[in-house]
C-alpha cells in the first residue's frame, strides 16, 4: 500500500513528498495515515465516478430516444492533460459557451418561487440575483449536449435537460441557506447571508421553500429514473453535514471521513469532487476580498479539512486541536501556521488534481464535441481558480 501511496504522489507532482521544516516526524502513525488516506482517495474516486454516470443517466433518461448508458464507453482516446481539447473544432469558453442554453436562468427560477409573500419572496429570490458563478446549471447543460451529439449528433438541449439545470441550481442554493444558518455565516458572495439580514428561523424556512420550489420542478419532468437520482443528490446534502459536524478520533480514519463527507455535500451534486478540494485550499491561500467570505473560516467552525489532516501528518500536535475542533484560545491559529509550514496545500492540490484526471478519463469516453472539450477544460478552471 505504501507504494501505491508512492505512486499516487508521482502522478500528482513527480517528487517525492516534502519533509516538515519543523518539529515532529510522521513516523510508523504517518504511514499508517498515509495508507488509510490512499485507500480513501481510491474510494472517493470510484464514488465520485458513479456520480457522474448517475447524472449522465438522469440527463439521457429525461427523454425518451436515447440508448442505454453502456453507449457511453465510447472508444475516444483518452485526455491525458486537462488544457487539451480534442474536438477540431474552435474553442469556446466554456461558460459562454453553457450559457447559451441558460439565459432567462434566474429568471425562470424566480417564476418557479411564486410567493405572495413580499418578505419571503425577497428572501427567497436573495441569492439569485445573477452573481454566481452557475457553475452546476452549467455543467448540466454542457453534459447534456455533449451526451446528445454522442448518441445522435444533436446540439439540442430538451427542455427536460435544462430543468434539471435549475432544479441543481434551486438544491445548491437553499443548501447555502441551511449551510449558512448552520455555521453562523455573514458574509456570501460579499454579502451579508440571508441568517444576518432575515434571522436563523425565518432562514431555515426560505431554504425549504426553495427545496419544495425544486421537488415539484423535478416531478414534473415526470421521469421517476430522474427524480431518484436527484433526490439521493438531496440525501446526500444531508448526510454530509451530519458528517461534517463530527470528527474522527483514529487519524487513519480521518481521509475517509474527509472525502465521504466531501462527495456527499458537493460531489454528489456537480459531480466532480475537485471543486470542493480546491475550496479546501482557498481558505488558506486566498483572502477574504476575494473570497467573498471570511478565510480559515473552516478553522473557525472546527472543520479539519485536507490541508489540516495532511499538515498533521508532519505535525503530530494537531491531533489534539483536531479533536477539540480548535475551540481552544489561540488553536485556529496555530493550526493555520502548522498548515502554511507544511505541505498540506500543496497535497490537497494534488489531489484535486488526481480527481481531475479521473474526471477528464470519464468525459473522454464522449464523441469529441465543443461541449465535452469545454467540460474538460471546466475541470482546469476549478483546479487554477483563485475565488
Same mark, same amino acid.
Given at each position: 500500500?505504501?507504494?501505491?501511496?508512492?505512486?499516487?504522489?508521482?502522478?500528482?507532482?513527480?517528487?517525492?513528498?516534502?519533509?516538515?521544516?519543523?518539529? $515532529?516526524?510522521?513516523?510508523?502513525?504517518?504511514?499508517?495515515?498515509?495508507?488509510?488516506?490512499?485507500?480513501?482517495?481510491?474510494?472517493?474516486?470510484?464514488?465520485?465516478?458513479?456520480?457522474?454516470?448517475?447524472?449522465?443517466?438522469?440527463?439521457?433518461?429525461?427523454?425518451?430516444?436515447?440508448?442505454?448508458?453502456?453507449?457511453?464507453?465510447?472508444?475516444?482516446?483518452?485526455?491525458?492533460?486537462?488544457?487539451?481539447?480534442?474536438?477540431?473544432?474552435?474553442?469556446?469558453?466554456?461558460?459562454?459557451?453553457?450559457?447559451?442554453?441558460?439565459?432567462?436562468?434566474?429568471?425562470?427560477?424566480?417564476?418557479?418561487?411564486?410567493?405572495?409573500?413580499?418578505?419571503?419572496?425577497?428572501?427567497?429570490?436573495?441569492?439569485?440575483?445573477?452573481?454566481?458563478?452557475?457553475?452546476?446549471?452549467?455543467?448540466?447543460?454542457?453534459?447534456?449536449?455533449?451526451? !446528445?451529439?454522442?448518441? !445522435?449528433?444533436?446540439?439540442?438541449?430538451?427542455?427536460?435537460?435544462?430543468?434539471?439545470?435549475?432544479?441543481?441550481?434551486?438544491?445548491?442554493?437553499?443548501?447555502? *441557506?441551511?449551510?449558512?444558518?448552520?455555521?453562523?455565516?455573514?458574509?456570501?458572495? $460579499?454579502?451579508?447571508?440571508?441568517?444576518?439580514?432575515?434571522?436563523?428561523?425565518?432562514?431555515?424556512?426560505?431554504?425549504?421553500?426553495?427545496?419544495?420550489?425544486?421537488?415539484?420542478?423535478?416531478?414534473?419532468?415526470? !421521469?421517476?429514473?430522474?427524480?431518484?437520482?436527484?433526490?439521493?443528490?438531496?440525501?446526500?446534502? *444531508?448526510?454530509?453535514?451530519?458528517?461534517?459536524?463530527?470528527?474522527?478520533?483514529?487519524?487513519?480514519?480521518?481521509?475517509?471521513?474527509?472525502?465521504?463527507?466531501?462527495?456527499?455535500?458537493?460531489?454528489?451534486?456537480?459531480?466532480?469532487?475537485?471543486?470542493?478540494?480546491?475550496?479546501?485550499?482557498?481558505?488558506?491561500?486566498?483572502?477574504?476580498?476575494?473570497?467573498?467570505?471570511?478565510?480559515?473560516?473552516?478553522?473557525?467552525?472546527?472543520?479539519?479539512? $485536507?490541508? *489540516?489532516?495532511?499538515?498533521?501528518?508532519?505535525?503530530?500536535?494537531?491531533?489534539?486541536?483536531?479533536?477539540?475542533?480548535?475551540?481552544?484560545?489561540?488553536?485556529?491559529?496555530?493550526?493555520?501556521?502548522? *498548515?502554511?509550514?507544511?505541505?498540506?496545500?500543496?497535497?490537497?492540490?494534488?489531489?484535486?488534481?488526481?480527481?481531475?484526471?479521473?474526471?477528464?478519463?470519464?468525459?473522454?469516453?464522449?464523441?469529441?464535441?465543443?461541449?465535452?472539450?469545454?467540460?474538460?477544460?471546466?475541470?482546469?478552471?476549478?483546479?487554477?481558480?483563485?475565488?
Amino acid at each position: 500500500m505504501a507504494s501505491c501511496w508512492w505512486r499516487w504522489r508521482r502522478g500528482c507532482s513527480w517528487r517525492p513528498a516534502a519533509r516538515s521544516p519543523g518539529p $515532529g516526524s510522521p513516523g510508523r502513525a504517518g504511514l499508517s495515515g498515509l495508507r488509510a488516506a490512499t485507500a480513501a482517495a481510491a474510494a472517493a474516486a470510484a464514488r465520485a465516478q458513479m456520480s457522474y454516470f448517475n447524472l449522465v443517466k438522469s440527463l439521457t433518461s429525461a427523454f425518451p430516444n436515447m440508448y442505454s448508458i453502456s453507449r457511453f464507453h465510447h472508444m475516444t482516446p483518452a485526455v491525458c492533460c486537462c488544457s487539451k481539447t480534442r474536438s477540431g473544432e474552435k474553442y469556446t469558453d466554456p461558460f459562454n459557451l453553457g450559457w447559451r442554453d441558460l439565459k432567462g436562468l434566474y429568471e425562470d427560477i424566480r417564476k418557479e418561487l411564486f410567493i405572495s409573500t413580499t418578505e419571503l419572496k425577497e428572501m427567497c429570490e436573495y441569492y439569485f440575483d445573477g452573481k454566481g458563478k452557475a457553475f452546476r446549471p452549467i455543467i448540466v447543460v454542457l453534459m447534456a449536449r455533449a451526451c !446528445n451529439i454522442h448518441h !445522435n449528433n444533436s446540439r439540442n438541449v430538451q427542455a427536460s435537460q435544462r430543468a434539471i439545470a435549475l432544479i441543481a441550481e434551486m438544491i445548491h442554493t437553499a443548501s447555502l *441557506v441551511h449551510d449558512d444558518v448552520i455555521d453562523d455565516a455573514s458574509s456570501r458572495r $460579499g454579502k451579508h447571508t440571508v441568517n444576518k439580514i432575515w434571522g436563523e428561523k425565518k432562514a431555515v424556512l426560505a431554504g425549504d421553500l426553495i427545496l419544495s420550489a425544486a421537488s415539484i420542478a423535478l416531478a414534473r419532468i415526470g !421521469n421517476t429514473a430522474v427524480v431518484s437520482i436527484l433526490t439521493q443528490v438531496i440525501e446526500d446534502l *444531508v448526510r454530509g453535514e451530519f458528517l461534517q459536524l463530527g470528527s474522527k478520533e483514529n487519524e487513519n480514519e480521518r481521509f475517509a471521513h474527509y472525502l465521504e463527507k466531501t462527495f456527499k455535500k458537493t460531489a454528489s451534486l456537480i459531480a466532480n469532487s475537485c471543486k470542493a478540494l480546491i475550496d479546501d485550499v482557498l481558505d488558506f491561500t486566498s483572502c477574504s476580498d476575494r473570497m467573498g467570505k471570511p478565510t480559515s473560516a473552516d478553522l473557525k467552525l472546527g472543520l479539519a479539512t $485536507g490541508p *489540516v489532516l495532511f499538515a498533521c501528518q508532519q505535525f503530530p500536535e494537531m491531533n489534539a486541536m483536531i479533536m477539540r475542533r480548535f475551540s481552544s484560545p489561540g488553536d485556529v491559529d496555530r493550526a493555520r501556521q502548522y *498548515v502554511l509550514q507544511s505541505d498540506g496545500v500543496q497535497q490537497t492540490t494534488y489531489l484535486a488534481q488526481r480527481y481531475c484526471r479521473e474526471a477528464v478519463r470519464e468525459i473522454s469516453k464522449l464523441r469529441p464535441s465543443p461541449e465535452r472539450d469545454a467540460l474538460i477544460q471546466l475541470s482546469e478552471i476549478v483546479l487554477t481558480r483563485d475565488k
